[in-house]
């Protein structure tokens, strides 16, 4: 755990007459899995939009690797794997088309990993994305957000309204990565059980404010559980929230 | 709202309210002005056209076409794909497939038949013409039938449909103009047209039918290659650059569909060179149809080109895909700009082969040749063959400046911008023909205008570097260009200008025109400002 990874600093955003995000601030150290759990509508998705610098900082700060990633996309993106919840990709080309696509973004890209995963969640060079299932299209993400070997991969809501499976794919890959020294992941999720299985520390988001940040360990340690914690903090479990 | 079919209208008149509503004020605004203003009562002339009809006919026949797509689908369907371009979310609705296609093609059928009584009602100039009152509406309405059938229709290739649809509307469009030229009756009219809608609508009812119940036929394996099939996956290199990896996205996304166009309607345009052995005239006027082709179909793949999410129709964003990708927004420009060169470069490919192909089988070959020597004769053969070259380059030219120029409004994201730069067009197209007309009919006006023409010339040129100027600031700035990028840019573009400047002091050689003149017309030519905004435009979308 040396120097941060991401580093948001007093971060407010709005949007009309809402507040999406209010004075937040998170770091995040490299070589940790980092959970943001909360409610659809919390700001989770904001806050990650920020990251990547698809969205500027109204106020406050927003670096990555130090970088503005408004200011520098190349340098901070060319780092980051990111898997987006609304699984863009391209419907009109095949998967190998994207693999190629994709590797000449990235100097790092390993051709040997992209291959080993394309056969590992068994997706068919010539087919095309929009032919693909939904968890075949969130593989095929996957996919080319893993196989450059990133420093920081981020997946925002990655499992949502997938099957057991393919949670288990991402989880896997979640778990793959962090094996190799130094890398760092920022999970979104709204689902507990997934985030408390991989996270080392927990950023519970509720209306755009951060309620709780703490290493997982220390969470468990003074809740029964990440849920009980959620309840505590936020005050519904982010399911119910939805409901 | 207890009904299925009061749903689906409220949904057409909820979404589209504020058209109507302009629509309806364009009206009462030409009723009023028809009423107050006696002058408009004169006969407006459409041979030679009065300048009036356009303020007529833009406004009219944009809604028509907007109707047209909006009765269809066709503002959020994907009108290349094999798949029906009806919405999927009303399959699941618990009413008949009948009442599916039904409700939509009454209700544009009514919105049809209303704008043209509208029209005749308020707006109808008295044109010097007899306009029928019944056939018209009638022939709009049957219009939007066909096409809502054809375009729910799912189809075995990947646009197929707009080829259908195109090819059987001209057919429609075809025979009503001979009748008009033949002076048919109104009730032949009526009998030609009104059996065509129940026909549409059994065709909409099949169309819907199958694509509810996931029927889609898949012909591709008759034209797939070998190497393309799954058994023998393609093997390709890497590409070498990230640039060339995003023109090769740009050129598959975007850049097919200008000569794919321009190579579905050149053949019709030149199988007229067969009817006009006789009438050199009509030669030349077949020739510049098929000239202008690719200018004019590159203003509507324009609109293609310039979508951030062409994936999603009505969003402006730049989706997650694009805007994670490492490349600057400059980079993701220049894709865009090499991929607009590709296919300009395509389209004029198809011309270039194909008109002297059609010239030479057609037996009008000397029609040209002749044409070609006399002014060769007139004016040298160098100077004859600068005009024919500086034609050709200036139509290429205009073919890519039509796909990129309007890159930094669409790209900006915001609706209100590119919904202001659509009505902003709109109501210049409106004013163009009286302006114009006004110049012609006035002899002092035109004078006035010579005399002031350096002047407005400079302003414009003022205006432009001005503008040019402010870009390249802010492009330094927001550091989206470098300073060697900027200066390499700023040294392409004299360049171009220097290059035109000479070009055109070579071929005016007469003390009549100024060369002063001949510079400002060099820099207007050039394009700079509209092109160097599209990276601003860009981040500004990319980085909200």
């Known amino acids: 755990m040396s120097e941060s990874v991401i580093s948001v600093s007093e971060l407010t955003r709005r949007f009309g007459a809402t507040t999406a995000l209010d004075s937040v601030s998170v770091s995040l150290p490299r070589g940790a899995v980092y959970g943001l759990v909360g409610a659809n509508g919390a700001g989770k998705t904001t806050l990650i939009r920020h990251i990547l610098g698809v969205l500027r900082a109204e106020s406050g700060s927003v670096r990555v690797f130090g970088l503005d990633p408004v200011a520098d996309p190349v340098a901070v993106l060319s780092r980051i794997g990111y898997l987006s919840e609304e699984n863009d990709l391209p419907g009109w080309m095949r998967v190998d088309e994207l693999i190629r696509y994709t590797s000449a973004f990235y100097p790092k890209w390993d051709d040997a990993y992209a291959e080993e995963l394309r056969q590992g969640f068994a997706l068919e060079p010539s087919a095309r994305i929009r032919n693909l299932s939904k968890g075949q299209k969130a593989r095929a993400g996957l996919l080319v957000a893993l196989a450059h070997r990133p420093e920081l991969l981020v997946l925002d809501e990655p499992s949502s309204g997938l099957d057991p499976i393919v949670r288990r794919d991402i989880l896997g890959a979640v778990i793959r990565t962090i094996a190799h020294e130094g890398r760092t992941v920022l999970f979104s999720s709204h689902l507990l059980d997934e985030v408390e299985e991989v996270a080392d520390h927990v950023t519970m988001i509720s209306h755009g404010r951060v309620a709780l940040s703490a290493p997982l360990e220390a969470i468990k340690s003074s809740h029964r559980s990440l849920a009980a914690a959620f309840i505590a903090h936020v005050g519904a479990a982010p399911s119910a929230a939805e409901a | ?544």
């Not at chain 2, 006919?57 to 076409?65: A, I, K, M, R």
């Not at chain 2, 048919?184 to 059996?195: D, G, K, N, S, T």
């Not at chain 2, 210049?428 to 009286?434: A, D, E, F």
Request: net charge positive; glycine share 6%; proline share 7%.
């Open chain 2, 1 to 544: 709202m207890r009904s299925a079919g009061l749903a689906i209208g409220w949904e057409f008149r909820r979404r589209h309210l504020w058209v109507l509503i302009a629509l309806a004020g364009y009206l009462l605004v030409l009723a009023a002005y028809k009423v107050l203003i006696p002058a408009s009562w004169e006969p407006v002339t459409l041979d030679p056209p009065d300048g009036r009809v356009g303020v007529a006919l833009v406004p009219l026949s944009t809604t028509f076409f907007y109707f047209l797509a909006v009765f269809s689908f066709g503002l959020t369907g994907d009108l290349a794909a094999r798949q029906s371009i009806y919405p999927t979310r009303l399959f699941a609705l618990p009413v008949t497939t009948r009442a599916l296609a039904g409700w939509p093609m009454l209700y544009g059928a009514a919105t049809m038949a209303g704008l043209w009584l509208g029209t005749a009602l308020f707006a109808r100039w008295p044109w010097g013409v007899h306009l029928p009152f019944i056939w018209p509406a009638l022939l709009a309405v049957v219009f939007l039938a066909w096409t809502q059938a054809l375009m729910w229709m799912p189809y075995g290739l990947p646009g197929l449909r707009v080829i259908v649809t195109v090819l059987w509307l001209a057919t429609l469009d075809a025979v009503v103009l001979l009748a008009i030229h033949y002076q048919v009756r109104e009730p032949l009219m009526v009998a030609f047209l009104a059996p065509q809608l129940p026909l549409a609508y059994l065709t909409a009812c099949a169309a819907v039918g199958r694509a509810r119940r996931g029927e889609v036929p898949d012909w591709r394996g008759m034209f797939a290659r070998p190497a393309s099939n799954a058994v023998m996956p393609r093997r390709r290199d890497h590409f070498p650059s990230p640039a060339r990896a995003q023109a090769w996205f740009e050129w598959r996304r975007h850049g097919r569909s200008l000569p794919a166009l321009v190579g579905l309607l050149l053949p019709f345009e030149l199988a007229l060179l067969w009817l006009a052995k006789d009438a050199p005239a009509f030669v030349f006027e077949i020739l510049f149809l098929a000239l202008i082709t690719p200018p004019f179909m590159a203003a509507f793949t324009a609109w293609t080109v310039s979508q951030p999410n062409p994936q999603i129709r009505e969003s402006y964003g730049v989706p997650p895909f694009i805007a994670t990708r490492p490349l600057t927004s400059a980079e993701l420009i220049a894709a865009k700009l090499k991929m607009a060169m590709w296919s300009t470069l395509a389209a004029w490919l198809l011309v270039l082969v194909a008109m002297p192909l059609a010239l030479e089988w057609s037996g009008t070959w000397s029609v040209v040749t002749e044409r070609v020597g006399r002014m060769s004769d007139a004016i040298g053969t160098p100077r004859a063959a600068t005009v024919v070259l500086l034609i050709l380059a200036g139509f290429i030219v205009a073919t890519w400046k039509q796909l990129v120029q309007s890159l930094h409004i669409g790209l900006t994201g915001r609706a209100w911008i590119v919904k202001g730069s659509v009505l902003l067009t709109l109501t210049l197209l409106i004013l163009l023909g009286p302006i114009v007309e006004w110049i012609i009919d006035s002899s002092n006006v035109q004078r006035a205008l010579w005399h002031a023409l350096p002047l407005i010339l400079a302003g414009l040129v003022t205006l432009k570097m001005s503008a040019a100027a402010w870009i390249a600031t802010r492009l330094d700035r927001s550091r989206l260009l470098g300073d060697r990028a900027l200066v390499a840019g700023a040294a392409c573009w004299v360049l171009a200008v220097l290059a035109l400047y000479g070009v055109l002091v070579w071929f005016f050689s007469t003390p009549f025109v100024a060369h002063y003149l001949l510079a400002l017309i060099a820099i207007l030519a050039i394009p700079l400002a509209r092109i160097s905004a599209a990276p601003l435009a860009l981040a500004w979308n990319r980085h909200r």
